[in-house]
């Protein structure tokens, strides 16, 4: 797709791509703005809460590969992200739902039990939660960001594992939370409340995937130092760690946990 | 073949790509390493006239489309460019004598007949020169740069209408500097005998492409403006005039005159 779009791109320097659509849309167009004459403008108009609270927001565009999701990419700030709350009257429970790992993450790092509010408030402070850190960081060299990772180590691995067609991204972030979750109540004494929380809001159902191949792409994680993932645990709500390296046995029995027997 | 590169890569962000090649094998390697991972790092190390006096130097990343070259690419600058002298002594005439285009570009732009010194001072003094020009703009967001393109927007141009493969960039770029002179000549009462410089030192011969091609080719170049092609010409050696916009008539009958019949 990323082809197809550069070759029928035909813009000079001062033309401006125009990204309508989910994560995954916004992704690839501010991509290929990024790279199109080595750099043109691009505005983001997301349309799924995913889009709103995230995939819009902090200059990253990416595209994913057969073998790791968003390892081609580049950093690549829109000159603007708008966002429009009569979007969301479009989306059905299914999409609000895969929004909803987005929401879950980002009230879990801000410390406050966002997602009891009207959907359009959490849209809100996420996004503006996400923008407040990112631009701390526009290119991502402080480690600042890292914090924004909860729940996504194991949720790649496990979109990876699934070919990404079959497991949207709010889906598998959800069940990245819950194993995210669980290491922090057995490792910091995370208030054991919240995996009951994430359950009951998230309803995050184990997958059917390969467990090697999943275990495979979470030594490929970005983050992955030596191929040894670097997880992002929560002490308490509100209070992430980030760069935690756990024993291989305990961070794959948990990953296991998520995958569908 | 960059797809083939991206799908082949393992490395993390620890890891750093060496591009070991001409102008076409670096500037494919970088954007290669512009792009995995979001960015990680490069060496270049140039083996051609080409690569060691231009492509390699100035950050620019890029590959072709079939609708003009460069169209893709990123910025990215290598942490280290090797130029090694040892590796032109592998070089056959044919290879020194498209690689000896730019050169001659260079000294043009210094106001210094460096063609008449012998080949690794010529090297020595091109990279030197551009890498200066860069360091002053490694973004290209300034116009300081714009001078390096003397002869380029006619030699893209005919480079897109023979397919890039059957026109080597060297031999391009001699055409460029011949339309470039001559309109400088006409113009700006630039020397007349740096015509003849250039037709003895380079030998340029008219190319066999379809002018229709040709003429389209021009005006979707990177800097040109709603189709009109910005020219680089000379007001005298060492005096670069940048964006000069001339009518398209004059421009298409320079063009045709490097187009073999």
Request: hydrophobic share 45%; net charge neutral.
């Amino acid at each position: 797709v990323l082809e197809r779009l550069w070759r029928s791109l035909s813009l000079d320097r001062a033309g401006t791509i125009v990204a309508l659509g989910g994560g995954t849309a916004t992704d690839l167009a501010g991509f290929a703005a990024a790279t199109y004459l080595r750099g043109v403008p691009w505005i983001a108009v997301p349309t799924t809460v995913v889009g709103q609270v995230d995939a819009a927001i902090g200059g990253k565009t990416a595209i994913d590969l057969p073998t790791g999701k968003n390892l081609i990419g580049a950093f690549h700030w829109p000159v603007m992200t708008v966002i429009d709350p009569l979007l969301l009257d479009t989306l059905d429970d299914i999409e609000l739902l895969n929004g909803a790992g987005e929401i879950v993450k980002t009230g879990l790092l801000m410390g406050e039990r966002i997602w009891e509010l009207p959907l359009h408030e959490q849209v809100r402070r996420c996004a503006a939660f996400k923008s407040g850190i990112c631009v701390r960081d526009p290119h991502e060299r402080t480690g600042v960001r890292a914090q924004l990772n909860l729940g996504h180590t194991f949720g790649h691995a496990l979109e990876a594992a699934a070919g990404y067609t079959a497991l949207p991204h709010g889906r598998a972030v959800a069940l990245g939370l819950l194993a995210a979750v669980r290491l922090s109540i057995r490792h910091y004494g995370l208030d054991a409340a919240i995996e009951h929380d994430i359950e009951r809001t998230l309803r995050p159902e184990p997958v059917r995937v390969d467990p090697d191949r999943a275990w495979e792409a979470l030594g490929r994680d970005k983050k992955a130092v030596a191929g040894s993932p670097r997880l992002v645990l929560l002490e308490a709500l509100g209070r992430p760690v980030t760069g935690v390296e756990l024993p291989a046995s305990e961070v794959r029995a948990e990953l296991e946990r998520l995958i569908a027997k």
